[in-house]
């Protein structure tokens, strides 16, 4: 225990540092294409800034639930922050989805009347933001695939690097072919990606919040497992959700049928989290033991 212990410490150690230097990276892009974009007119290094802007706020979101998912319970409050992190990816996602909708309003604007924008400053500004975002996902490509709080942060990121990829197109388009429309539709372009990558992670993030059923679980499936084992009559009243993204929880009545010792439910408990665990990696039981009990049998009872 005290190995893990100090290896889950040294990851989020690590997870936390790693959020710090994407911080501070942002916030030096921010301000370079803030002051680039004035003095070049170019709408889309503006919405790329707007954009990493976004990032810094949702870096610093992740950061703080990352450090508050990681205090420990009290007597208020019995879980914790654990779910400060799924709230920080719902946020994040808002924010993605607000700042394209901003985007897209000045994209149409600039479109109806394009400006002359100097190229140049565009195509060195662009670069030097796809060098750091792109660092800058790397260092979360890890975390991302097991927190959805990185995974916003990494999206983020990750979204930000392609904008960057396509303001440089833009500049190039400027400067050899003064085609400065292609500012205002690259900036719209952009905007679309925010909103699809957006809503997917707001979908996530509302149904965890919500306590709705993972979507990799089947309720049948895992009732008709339990079923099978010796003793039991029917598990009923079911309830499974997401406490964090390392915390699955299912809680049940479990209808016997016969009345059994505390100490044969206590091996019979034992069978039930060891094949929900490795069977379905629900890693929190809870089950109210029932005999002729007179109360609703179904799967999913409505209160």
Known sequence: MGHSHSHTHLHASTKDRNLMV???????????????????????????????FSDVLSLIVSYAASKLSRQKASINRTFGFKRAEILAAFVNAITLVVVAILLIIEAIKRFKAPQEIESNLVIWL???????????????????????????????????????????????LMKYYQLFWVDSVLTFLIALYL?????DLLKTS??????????????????????KLPKVSKLHHVHIWNLSDHELHLEAHLDLNEDISTTEFNELLHEIEELLHHKFEINHVTIQPEFNKKDPKEVIVQD
Do not use: C
């Open 22 to 52: 994407s911080i501070f990276l942002n916030i030096v892009i921010t301000v370079a294409q803030v002051i680039g974009g004035l003095i070049s007119g170019s709408l889309s290094l503006l919405s790329d800034a707007l954009h990493n």
């Open 206 to 227: 509302t149904k965890m919040l919500m306590l709705f059923t993972p979507d990799h679980i089947n309720i049948k499936d895992v009732v008709r497992a339990v079923n």
């Open 195 to 199: 909103i699809w990558v957006g809503y």
């Open 126 to 172: 662009s670069l030097i933001a796809i060098a750091a975002n792109g660092f800058s996902v790397l260092l979360l490509k890890g975390d991302s695939e097991k927190n959805i709080n990185i995974r916003s942060a990494y999206l983020h990121l990750l979204t930000d690097m392609l904008a960057s990829v396509a303001v440089l197109v833009g500049g190039l």
